[in-house]
Each structure stands twice: as structure tokens, then as C-alpha cells.
């Protein structure tokens, strides 16, 4: 198989599923991420797996097309509508080599600089220290949230990871 239409499948987590397109996102290799994008998808239908996040990494893409990268919002669209995360990895090098609309595409569907910061992002929140034995949870979602990252927009995070509840602009 030619180099440019390489692309790896892994699971770095259970709930984690991630599509790798390596050498030149091109229309062919764009057509291929769709259709392991698909493939997982009908797989989560049937409930064969379960999947909370499909993930896109970018970091061994050299170049990518406008034709290429149209694939990626197909993807977004798809697992979205089944209520599934869809997140790019590594794709900061590639805008200098895009042009304005291919940049905001790719800023439109969001992600994270590299793999172990979209791991520690999208991580399941551990259980509430404070669970009582009567069977009350404890802790709300709202207490175990810091405050101070809601109201003050400078620590809300880099533009590359997903906004939260607690992120500004995002209503509950």
C-alpha cells in the first residue's frame, strides 16, 4: 500500500477511538478516515463497542488539501449526531500550509495539541471523594467545578481544548 494512503486505527482508552492519516490528507485518504469513522460508528449501533470519543491525529499528516480535509466535518456531523465526541489531535502544524478557510475548518471542530493532552481532557471524572454510604452522591458536578475558571476567561484554557460547563460562553 502507497505511503499516502496510510491510515492507523488504535484505542488508547476503552472509550477512546483513534484514526491516524499519515503522509498527505488527500481526498482518497479523507475517504478512507470516513469510512473507519462509519465502520466504528455502525459498530457502536449494534452495540458492539462502546465509544465516547472518535479522535482524528494529525500529527503524521505532512500536507493536507482543501479536497482532503472536507472529509473531516462529515466525520464531526456523524458522530455528533449519536451523541459522540469528535476531536482532532496535532493539526497546529498544519496551519501555516492552509489557507484561511481550510484554518477555520479545522478550528471550527476543535482538539488538542497531542495525544496525552486530549487523554488527560477527556478523562472520566473520578468518583466524588465525598459519597456517602446512605446512597446520596456527595458532591455536586457543580461543587467539584472551580469557580474561578467560569468567571475568569484567561484561565479557561487554550482555544484547542473543548470548552466545558465551566467553560465561559457555554450555558447549562
Not at 471523594?129 to 469557580?147: K, L, Q, W
Request: aromatic share 4%; proline share 9%.
Amino acid at each position: 500500500m502507497s505511503d499516502e494512503l496510510r491510515v492507523k486505527v488504535d484505542s488508547p482508552r476503552a472509550d477512546l477511538y483513534r484514526i491516524q492519516p499519515c503522509g498527505i490528507l488527500n481526498t482518497r485518504v479523507g475517504a478512507r478516515v470516513l469510512r473507519q469513522v462509519d465502520f466504528r460508528l455502525q459498530l457502536v449501533d449494534d452495540g458492539s463497542v462502546q465509544t465516547r470519543h472518535v479522535m482524528i491525529d494529525l500529527s503524521e499528516v505532512a500536507a493536507a488539501t482543501p479536497q482532503g480535509l472536507r472529509a473531516l466535518p462529515h466525520g464531526h456531523y456523524a458522530t455528533r449526531r449519536r451523541g459522540i465526541g469528535f476531536h482532532l489531535i496535532g493539526g497546529g502544524h498544519l496551519a501555516s500550509k492552509l489557507g484561511p478557510p481550510e484554518r477555520a475548518l479545522l478550528a471550527g471542530i476543535g482538539g488538542f495539541p497531542d495525544l496525552d493532552a486530549a487523554l488527560h481532557a477527556l478523562a472520566v471524572p473520578a468518583p466524588c471523594p465525598h459519597a456517602t454510604t446512605d446512597g446520596s452522591a456527595g458532591c455536586t458536578e457543580a461543587a467539584r467545578t472551580e469557580p474561578a475558571a467560569a468567571e475568569d476567561p484567561a484561565r479557561a484554557g487554550p482555544p484547542w481544548q473543548p470548552r466545558t460547563a465551566a467553560s465561559p460562553g457555554v450555558r447549562r
